[in-house]
């Protein structure tokens, strides 16, 4: 029988010591680091980009090449971000802290490829592939939060236990 998947406790610090441990020793945090504001930038290119296509019906063929690139860069943040869930976790993907921002980067990484889906295999004119790669980026906007308000949750979290290890050993003296 499948066991139902637990939802992170929010007060639960979201690492063990030893996930914070790996965490901060694998070379990948450093990647995701860098990739992350990379593809934001991409995104916020990409999408003026493609805006002013629609808006205007110039400058298709710059938004097309922009979209594919955010989509490569995409498939890469997933790539090694599975790889960081794995050395932090031991799960390429659903680890239990990140379950649910797994979850729906499944449906970004789904809109994105369904993007190069109907641009590569001509299903779709140009206007309708602009619009789908506009709800793509709607769900990575979404998804693109929810990571940011991990993130605030665990470093909020690190300073609790930080200050709770402090006075402890403060106390102990």
């Known amino acids: 029988m499948r066991q139902p998947v637990k939802r992170h406790d929010p007060h639960q610090p979201l690492y063990t010591p030893e996930e914070r441990e790996r965490r901060d020793r694998t070379p990948w945090t450093l990647v995701q680091g860098v990739l992350a504001p990379l593809q934001f ?3 916020l290119v990409s999408l003026a ?3 002013r296509y629609l808006a205007t019906g110039a400058g298709e063929t710059v938004a097309t090449v922009s979209i594919v690139i955010k989509t490569l860069i995409l ?3 997933m790539i090694t971000g599975s790889i960081w869930e794995k050395v932090v976790f031991g799960k390429y ?3 239990r802290p990140f379950f649910w921002e797994d979850v729906f980067s499944m449906l970004v990484l789904a809109l994105h490829t369904a993007y190069l889906a109907v641009l590569f295999g001509g299903f779709m004119d140009v206007r309708g592939q602009m619009l789908l790669a506009l709800a793509a980026y709607a769900a990575y906007v979404i998804n693109a939060t929810q990571f940011l308000l991990k993130l605030r949750a665990a470093r909020l ?4 236990v930080d200050a709770a290890e402090a006075a402890s050993v403060g106390a102990a003296e």
């Open 49 to 51: 980009l493609v805006v």
């Open 93 to 95: 993907l659903f680890a």
């Open 157 to 160: 979290s690190a300073a609790r």
């Open 75 to 77: 498939y890469l943040i």
């Open 41 to 43: 930038l991409v995104f």
